[in-house]
């Protein structure tokens, strides 16, 4: 069965960083394309680091420069480095996962989520 765990949230005042780690079970990665969506509060969910047809992977406007996504695949996880954090950023993070066959819908209809991690940037 497929899995996706968050690790990682917490609370950073600003200009701090914090990295989410998102560990895979019941598939690999090589199977799988994993991202990042966010919901802040009254928001719409938000693709941070996803993968668009035409594109590749991106990150959202307002993360760029700041966030970067890696993965290892021996420890079937990936990461979201999270530099710089504005009080903006505050939000449930939510690893993403689509098949490999459908890794250009990642953004736009990801088939599996995890349980969220929360985030929460404040003086």
């Known amino acids: 069965q497929v899995q996706l765990v968050e690790s990682g949230g917490g609370s950073v005042q600003p200009g701090g960083s914090l990295r989410l780690s998102c560990t895979a079970s019941?598939?690999?990665?090589?199977?799988?394309?994993i991202g990042w969506f966010r919901q802040a509060p009254g928001k719409e969910y938000e693709g941070v680091s996803c993968i668009s047809r035409g594109v590749g992977r991106h990150y959202a406007d307002s993360v760029k420069g700041r966030f970067s996504f890696s993965s290892d695949g021996a420890k079937n996880t990936v990461y979201l480095q999270m530099d710089n954090l504005k009080p903006e950023d505050t939000a449930l993070y939510y690893c993403?996962?689509?098949?490999?066959?459908?890794?250009?819908?990642?953004?736009?209809?990801?088939?599996?989520w995890g349980q969220g991690t929360q985030v929460t940037v404040s003086s």
């Open positions: 993403v996962a689509t098949g490999t066959e459908y890794r250009d819908y990642l953004c736009s209809h990801p088939d599996y």
């Open positions: 019941g598939f690999t990665l090589d199977y799988f394309a």
